[in-house]
């Protein structure tokens, strides 16, 4: 019918655009479940730029979002670059020269090539476990519904679709003894085929341990003796301590700055000083709390420490080096703690009280 935004070649405009339009009203509509969106323009966008896509954003309204330029007439070189960006959603920085994969290019090279990209990269696997382990994106958790399925059904695509209990692809491939791979019917005598609730085609026994307490945020979750599948994840309330009072939870995590550091800029890094944080007022070009229509807008002297995020090596010295990553990943996470009794919501330092 027509452009629900105005798309514009200044790509990072356009991806706040369409990012602020998913919020607002792609996720408004119940019957258009997904925990991300991507956006295929014929405008081109500007520099030599195809792609572009927020890092480590899957799940977030706002940013789990990324814009492909429809770049080539071969569709599997914009699939490629889509498969990129997704990756970068993922938490999936580019390749370096010591990553490699069984192909002549991987997806997340920094450079495009001429040939398409199928395989992820050895620095991508570690890299996207590492997301999912600090991140822990909640909505990867609720499994689709059989109804989010528009495609017809068909027995043997390794999906349950409507009117299947299960799926283990052809009777040539299923390995699956729990499931009739003729029919995409449960065995006789079988409760399910798969599940962490799930063994020897039987649920477990309720109170079974499916899910352990990662850690002082988390709580852990048992089999109900009812259904092949462990219940939704669950963790302790928002604003409770964490780590010895270094920080807050905040949906399942504990938020540090130093561990932020260290996530993204490795282990030898740790939380700069108050006065690298100062930059966040907006006195250069790269410190700021947010971004709208590609303009910084710099923090309140309150909320410095819920903008961009400073390090520094841990090593010392008299010299303060304040580092930091000029990318939408590189800004301090919501939740984190930015003063005594005070948290990060919405790019501001606001009471753990009131917060949540």
């Given at each position: 019918?027509?452009?629900?935004?105005?798309?514009?070649?200044?790509?990072?405009?356009?991806?706040?655009?369409?990012?602020?339009?998913?919020?607002?009203?792609?996720?408004?509509?119940?019957?258009?479940?997904?925990?991300?969106?991507?956006?295929?323009?014929?405008?081109?966008?500007?520099?030599?730029?195809?792609?572009?896509?927020?890092?480590?954003?899957?799940?977030?309204?706002?940013?789990?979002?990324?814009?492909?330029?429809?770049?080539?007439?071969?569709?599997?070189?914009?699939?490629?670059?889509?498969?990129?960006?997704?990756?970068?959603?993922?938490?999936?920085?580019?390749?370096?020269?010591?990553?490699?994969?069984?192909?002549?290019?991987?997806?997340?090279?920094?450079?495009?090539?001429?040939?398409?990209?199928?395989?992820?990269?050895?620095?991508?696997?570690?890299?996207?476990?590492?997301?999912?382990?600090?991140?822990?994106?909640?909505?990867?958790?609720?499994?689709?519904?059989?109804?989010?399925?528009?495609?017809?059904?068909?027995?043997?695509?390794?999906?349950?679709?409507?009117?299947?209990?299960?799926?283990?692809?052809?009777?040539?491939?299923?390995?699956?003894?729990?499931?009739?791979?003729?029919?995409?019917?449960?065995?006789?005598?079988?409760?399910?085929?798969?599940?962490?609730?799930?063994?020897?085609?039987?649920?477990?026994?309720?109170?079974?341990?499916?899910?352990?307490?990662?850690?002082?945020?988390?709580?852990?979750?048992?089999?109900?003796?009812?259904?092949?599948?462990?219940?939704?994840?669950?963790?302790?309330?928002?604003?409770?301590?964490?780590?010895?009072?270094?920080?807050?939870?905040?949906?399942?995590?504990?938020?540090i700055l130093t561990k932020q550091c260290i996530a993204l800029m490795g282990p030898d890094k740790k939380v700069a000083p108050d006065i690298c944080f100062d930059n966040n007022l907006g006195r250069n070009n790269y410190g700021y709390c947010r971004?709208?229509?590609?303009?910084?807008?710099?923090?309140?002297?309150?909320?410095?420490?819920?903008?961009?995020?400073?390090?520094?090596?841990?090593?010392?010295?008299?010299?303060?080096?304040?580092?930091?990553?000029?990318?939408?990943?590189?800004?301090?996470?919501?939740?984190?703690?930015?003063?005594?009794?005070?948290?990060?919501?919405?790019?501001?330092?606001?009471?753990?009280?009131?917060?949540?």
């Open positions: 019918n027509k452009d629900k935004i105005k798309v514009q070649s200044a790509q990072n405009v356009t991806l706040d655009l369409f990012g602020r339009w998913r919020e607002t009203d792609l996720l408004a509509n119940p019957n258009r479940r997904n925990d991300n969106a991507q956006l295929l323009t014929g405008i081109n966008l500007n520099g030599q730029t195809v792609g572009f896509g927020y890092v480590g954003s899957l799940c977030e309204p706002r940013s789990s979002v990324a814009i492909v330029q429809d770049h080539s007439k071969t569709a599997s070189l914009v699939a490629s670059t889509m498969a990129h960006e997704l990756g970068h959603n993922l938490g999936i920085n580019h390749d370096t020269a010591s990553c490699n994969c069984r192909a002549k290019s991987c997806i997340m090279s920094p450079t495009l090539g001429y040939e398409p990209s199928y395989q992820f990269s050895s620095c991508s696997y570690d890299q996207n476990l590492r997301y999912f382990i600090d991140k822990r994106p909640q909505c990867i958790l609720k499994k689709p519904l059989i109804t989010d399925i528009v495609a017809p059904a068909v027995c043997g695509n390794y999906f349950v679709e409507a009117g299947e209990e299960c799926d283990c692809g052809s009777p040539r491939n299923c390995q699956n003894a729990c499931c009739n791979a003729t029919t995409c019917k449960l065995q006789p005598g079988a409760q399910c085929e798969s599940g962490e609730c799930c063994e020897q085609c039987r649920f477990k026994g309720a109170g079974a341990v499916c899910r352990g307490a990662r850690d002082d945020c988390d709580l852990a979750e048992h089999c109900t003796g009812q259904s092949a599948e462990c219940p939704t994840d669950l963790f302790q309330r928002n604003g409770l301590p964490c780590q010895n009072n270094q920080g807050y939870c905040y949906n399942g995590t504990c938020p971004q709208e229509q590609g303009v910084n807008i710099p923090c309140d002297p309150q909320d410095v420490k819920c903008g961009k995020l400073f390090c520094i090596s841990g090593s010392g010295g008299k010299k303060i080096t304040c580092t930091y990553i000029n990318s939408p990943e590189g800004m301090v996470d919501p939740g984190t703690k930015c003063g005594d009794g005070k948290v990060c919501i919405n790019r501001r330092c606001v009471n753990v009280q009131t917060a949540y």
